[in-house]
Nanobody, 122 residues
Framework: VQLQASGGGLVQPGGSLRLSCVFS????????IGWFRQAPGKEREAVSC???????TYYADSVKGRFTISRTSRNTVYLQMSALQPEDTAVYYC?????????????????WGQGTQVTVSS
């Protein structure tokens, strides 16, 4: 199982970025996938998660209405981020959970990609 996140960068407040997570070794038929972030000095938190089996999604309250998780039919999951704010600055990770339902806690996720840095600053 492998996951690779990309698409981070420096963006001004109010701007947008799209993160990509390309994965292999599993399918979304029997795995969930999630985007997490970790800012300096803070715990890792779930930003958005997807259950391929159920077709359900989760968004943290702090990103609802601004972020959208989506998938291709094969092996890529995106996180479209809009109206970015400085508090969105963090390292963003994608991860896979061997569960059918919607998993929002990090301990369900057994495989993690490397992070991609998102910095929101003027």
């Amino acid at each position: 199982v492998q996951l690779q996140a990309s698409g981070g960068g420096l963006v001004q407040p109010g701007g947008s970025l799209r993160l990509s997570c390309v994965f292999s070794g599993f399918t979304l038929d029997d795995h969930g996938i999630g985007w997490f972030r970790q800012a300096p000095g803070k715990e890792r938190e779930a930003v958005s998660c997807l259950s391929g089996y159920e077709g359900t999604t989760y968004y943290a309250d702090s990103v609802k209405g601004r972020f959208t998780i989506s998938r291709t039919s094969r092996n890529t999951v995106y996180l479209q981020m809009s109206a970015l704010q400085p508090e969105d600055t963090a390292v963003y990770y994608c991860a896979a959970a061997p569960v059918l339902g919607l998993a929002t806690e990090p301990h369900y996720y057994t495989n993690w990609g490397q992070g991609t840095q998102v910095t929101v600053s003027s």
